[in-house]
């Protein structure tokens, strides 16, 4: 924090909190859900994972804290920007370890199917602030399937660095709650257009979605619709690759789209899967040719 701020320490029931920190032991108490709900201030949980050591992720600060890049910028995001302009700094140094990052971004990979449903279903019923290194992304509202996207993003995109956190006073303000869209179809095309998520997606596998996408990308809408198509109705990646000549990453891409939805499955082998329309006929022409030597082995005794 900028030097000319003095950091107060208080309990979490002084009712002048400019921010507040909760470790995971206190967070489920009655207490402190009573507190979150009846105040408007900022807050982190704390919790501990050495593989997500560093970032901030759905309000949750994890430590061993290495580099503190991200929790910096959640400082300066939700605490220095709303600071009155008397005590805010002119501009707060950033520390080695963020100004290193900055010449050279290296970002984990915490995107799995646990992920998207934490963002999406785990999360509590309020609105939530999409964001990544590059600003704002939207707000989204799960429980009413809404989203006001950012009027600075024209075509909504997004990389590795993407992130989600309870959407602010400040985040509310900033996104035009004129112009909503339907979350789920947003959110995939959203995914859909940013191909650097086809690394989440397993490189092979057997899956089936829940329902068929609604693409905005009209040059793509053939090639989505036939793998909505087949993955519908359950299939393995490089099976759909082999038989229609798509490139396994395009694949990829799709499931990767489907995966930040809460879109998909995964199957066992011996389930139903797609079979593309010769193999269906020549299953079709080979039940005839048995049935029909059934019959002749009937009628002669064979």
């Known amino acids: 924090m ?111 199917e646990r992920f998207f449903r934490q963002m999406l279903t785990d999360a509590t019923p309020s609105k939530l602030h999409l964001y990544d290194d590059h600003g704002s992304i939207a707000v989204i509202d799960v429980a009413q399937n809404s989203v006001w996207p950012s009027p600075h993003r024209l075509h909504p995109m997004t990389d590795l660095s993407f992130k989600y956190d309870l959407a602010s006073t400040t985040d509310l303000a900033k996104a035009d709650r004129k112009e909503s869209a339907i979350l789920q179809d947003w959110l995939w095309n959203l995914f859909w257009n940013s191909p650097d998520f086809y690394q989440i997606a397993p490189e092979d596998g057997h899956y089936r979605i829940h329902f068929w996408p609604k693409p905005a990308d009209k040059a793509q809408h053939k090639r989505i619709f036939q793998l909505s198509a087949c993955f519908i109705q359950g299939a393995k990646l490089s099976k759909i690759s082999e038989q229609h000549d798509i490139p396994i990453r395009t694949i990829q891409q799709f499931i990767a789209a489907n995966i930040a939805v809460n879109n998909i499955s995964k199957i066992n082998l011996w389930d139903a899967h797609y079979n593309p329309p010769e193999q269906a006929e020549s299953n079709a022409d080979k039940g005839l040719i048995q049935n029909f030597i059934g019959k002749l082995r009937k009628k002669f005794g064979f």
């Open 2 to 112: 900028p030097d000319n701020l003095i950091i107060h320490w208080k309990q979490a029931s002084d009712l002048h909190l400019d921010c507040l920190f909760i470790h995971e032991t206190f967070f489920n108490t009655d207490g402190m859900q009573k507190l979150l709900n009846r105040t408007s201030f900022p807050w982190l949980k704390i919790s501990k994972d050495a593989q997500l050591c560093g970032t901030v992720q759905n309000n949750t600060l994890y430590f061993p804290l290495l580099n503190a890049k991200e929790l910096y910028r959640w400082l300066e995001q939700h605490i220095m920007q709303n600071l009155p302009a008397s005590q805010s700094a002119p501009s707060a140094p950033m520390p080695p370890e963020a100004a290193e990052s900055q010449i050279a971004p290296k970002h984990s990979n915490p995107f799995n």
